[in-house]
């Protein structure tokens, strides 16, 4: 079955960097395009960002542009998302989540906070 696992979330003070990591299996990963979503305490889940499915496009929120960055490894089935210059605002639980699929894994908390 599908599993996405993620990983790296922690305590960060503000301006410093995190890179989060997620696993995937149960599906062909070079075949989807992968997402990453967060969500606040009280708000809505949100798209953070997109990559395609062979790496050569990416899209990100307005909210993070310039500081966040998504890749992928093919051959590891993960997909990654470096995160920079972090602010109190970027706390959330991040998700990932492969394209037209409708699993979501147990999340990675991010904290970011002095």
């Known amino acids: 079955q599908v599993q996405l696992v993620e990983s790296g979330g922690g305590l960060v003070q503000p301006g410093g960097s995190l890179r989060l990591s997620c696993a995937a299996s149960g599906f062909t990963f070079s075949s989807r395009g992968m997402s990453w979503y967060r969500q606040a305490p009280g708000k809505e889940r949100e798209l953070v960002a997109h990559?395609?499915?062979?790496?050569?496009?990416?899209n990100y929120a307005d909210s993070v542009k310039g500081r966040f960055t998504i890749s992928r490894d093919n051959v590891k089935n993960t997909v990654y998302l470096q995160m920079n210059s972090l602010k109190p605002e970027d706390t959330a639980v991040y998700y990932c989540?492969?394209?037209?699929?409708?699993?979501w894994g147990q999340g990675t908390q991010v904290t970011v906070s002095s």
């Open positions: 990559i395609t499915r062979g790496g050569g496009i990416t």
């Open positions: 989540q492969a394209v037209s699929l409708p699993y």
